[in-house]
């Protein structure tokens, strides 16, 4: 007799909520269980397998196997039958389970006696949790109800196991969801260290009564949160900014399709009708849709599938009554958890926030741009932080070494506080030297600068000790945006920067788009390698409508004081010539009008390729300035994208071949009499910081925070002695000076 003889899932659902109910432990629960889904779906055997870790499933309870299997049998995941359905997330229905691809026998269950076999994944939010297995002695394979009367009951399993109602003492000790410590090593974003409680930037939704009787009123639920989300993508359609053609229309409208998709509606309203509640619903077809992102290598259909994600997550929290900022009070020591952030999003939060941790995201994102510009830690490639976060939960961030410890215990907290009093310690120290040159012990000054990209980088300026601004990136104000940012209110922005800065100077680097920075109102195109595509200047060249703009609102902002414009991605000396001949018409231009013109104009270009190293020595006469930008050169110099992290920390800045190359630079920079920065992240890395300075750099521009502790290494050291040493090696063809430089201030008795 099938399942659809015997009974339908409403029945079993309200069996199964009676089952759990009843007081006992979660041992308790979970036999309750298999015996229910073994009666209901008249099998000989109903098992329950759950992850005890990663890569390892537990038999934790069954019907029909043999008792003393239970906590005994182990596999990895991928292994069998039952390891295939975790690694898959998909159900394997078979009438002849030995003969199955993959199939594991494990003696001491007792299975060899069984057939017929149907597993489903126990699942939520798209990751498995564990396996839900049928099996009878008859050869038949399970009919499509069965299946999908299974799926309800895996679905209704795992949130259940959500909310840790199978945990208990003994073998049961499982993973205590949201209660035990949970710790993990991500990337670098940003450097620093944070204590405090977790804010989720989407909330995770735990629904408490997985179980409806009522399917008429979850059935209504979810209809009204379906006409609240239509509401919300048609607000978004008839948004001004969207009022014309492009292609990010055509991708709201597919985006809007799939939120009337009758489809998508009917499996969510089918699962209701099974006994699951409205947000169960959802998250059930939610699991299904990341499923399946996960075996699609074409884009477009992950993007589209991606649509559909979200708008499922954002069904799942009208059904809630939660929405991503809710009017929530932000925590005095908010450190914010979210999969991923745009910088307007990142922006909104501003400096209440202590650190940043993504699931995703990379070191040249636009999240990681803004959280140094805020000057807080951020982790990213944080493995399954937002599912094991909750809103409160404690979390410490280590910024410095990619690390995070959510409901860490006493011992790792008592350390890191530790690690925080010596980190204040350090601030007070390097503040004391705020006013002080960055002179070396042999009378060598370097000049140090800060980086910035937004009016909130400015008031920085005077508590770092920077001499000024040695980069200003021009393009977060249009990456921020829906739309193109107004010639006006650019010019007002560029004048406030300049009027904050006072009288130290500020260098305005243009444009700096493409690449991993796509602006949300520009078509993106589609290139191969975007790094060494349609990019910065060459976008500029290409558009120079937009260079024009941009130019005119610098030297209006300017307001009779000395401007500096440097040009990003100069390849050739041709492309730094007429950008440069475009900013001298423009100030013709203005001067014709009336207007008032910068009382002087430097014009210079960043050298991030390493062909603009030999460049005509014209070139080198003709630029008022040259900033080598080090991420770029560096990526282009060793051939290693400096977002893929298989490649990115494989070559050493202080490789000889990279500072034999740099000193190159300096040299026929020197020649032509040619100022000369660097700027990048290398630049405020102090050990970094005395490897450039050792080859002849004088000029280095970096994050606010890393002044101090660049400025305090290069007033103890003797920097003709450390160039002594990397001459050394440099002639002596070794491959890097960083053990020898590393060792050298160790004998000296200095420390990092």
Known sequence: MSFSDAVDSRVILTRLRETLAEPGGGQERLDGITRLIAEGLVAEVCSIYLKRDDVTL?????????????????????????????????????????????????????????????????????????????QNRQAREYTDDEVYA??????????????????????????????????VRGLVGQEGVAEGHVLLHEPQVLVNNPISDDPTRETARLRAALVELRAEVDEMLAADYLTATGDHRDVLQAYRMFAHDKGWVRRMEDSIESGLAAEVAVEKEQSATRARMSRVADPYLRERL???????????????????????????????????????????????LRGVVLEE????????????????????????ITREALNGDPVLIDGDHGSVHLRPEETIARAFREKIEMRAEAQQAYAALRDKPATS????????????????????????????????????????????????????????????AGEKPVV???LDIGSDKVLPYMKRAEEPNPALGWRAIRVGL??????????????????GRPLQVMFPFVAEACEFETSRELVLREIAREQALGNLVPSSVRVGAMLETPSL??????????????????????????????????????????????????????????????PLSFCGEDAGRPLEALGLAAVGLRNLSMRPASIGPVKALLRQVDLMEARDLVEQEIRRGGRTVRPLLEEWLARAGLQL
């Not at 239970?70 to 002849?96: C, D, F, K, W, Y």
């Not at 009951?153 to 000790?173: D, H, N, R, S, T």
């Not at 990681?368 to 807080?376: E, N, P, S």
């Not at 900033?627 to 070559?651: C, H, M, P, T, W």
């Open 508 to 510: 305005f680097r243009t």
């Open 58 to 134: 537990e038999l934790c309870a069954t019907q029909g196997l043999n008792a003393e299997s239970v906590h005994q049998t182990r596999m990895r995941v991928g292994q069998g039958l039952v390891g295939r359905i975790a690694e898959s997330a998909e159900p394997i229905n078979t009438p002849n389970a030995p003969g199955t691809r993959g199939f594991r026998f494990m003696p001491e269950t007792g299975e060899e006696i069984y057939s017929s076999f149907l597993g489903v994944p126990v699942q939520r939010l798209g990751e498995v949790l564990g396996v839900l297995v049928v």
């Open 441 to 500: 012990r042999d009378g060598v000054t370097l000049h140090l600068h800060m980086n910035a990209g937004l009016m909130a980088d400015l008031p920085s300026l005077p508590k770092c000790g920077a001499i000024g601004v040695g980069l200003f990136r021009t393009e977060l104000q249009f990456l921020i945006r829906a739309t193109v940012p107004k010639r006006t209110d650019l010019a007002a922005l560029y004048a406030r920067i300049l009027d904050s």
């Open 361 to 384: 995201g990379s070191v040249g994102s636009h999240a990681a741009i803004v959280a140094r510009a805020l000057a807080i830690p951020l982790v990213i490639q944080a493995t399954r």
């Open 150 to 183: 299974l799926e309800v009951v895996a679905m209704v399993i795992a949130e259940m196991a959500e909310l840790g109602a199978f945990v208990g003492p003994g073998p049961m000790e499982l993973a205590r969801p949201h209660k035990l410590p949970f710790s």
């Open 613 to 674: 190293a030999y460049a005509p020595d014209r070139f080198f006469e003709l630029t008022d300035f040259i900033s080598i930008g080090g991420n770029d050169l560096k990526q282009f110099f060793f051939a290693a994208d400096r977002e893929n992290e298989l490649v990115r920390r494989r070559y050493d800045t202080l490789s000889v071949s990279f500072l034999s190359f740099l000193r190159q630079i300096v040299a026929r920079c020197a020649d032509h009499g040619t």
């Open 542 to 559: 290409d558009r120079p409508g937009i260079m024009r703009m941009q130019v005119q609102a610098l030297l209006r902002g300017a307001r």
């Open 306 to 352: 991606h649509d559909l994600d979200d708008l499922a997550n954002r069904l799942l929290r009208l059904l809630a009554g939660v929405t991503p900022n809710n009017g929530r009070e932000i925590p005095e020591d908010a450190i914010l958890v979210a999969r991923n952030i745009g910088p307007a999003e990142l922006l909104d939060y501003g400096r209440r």
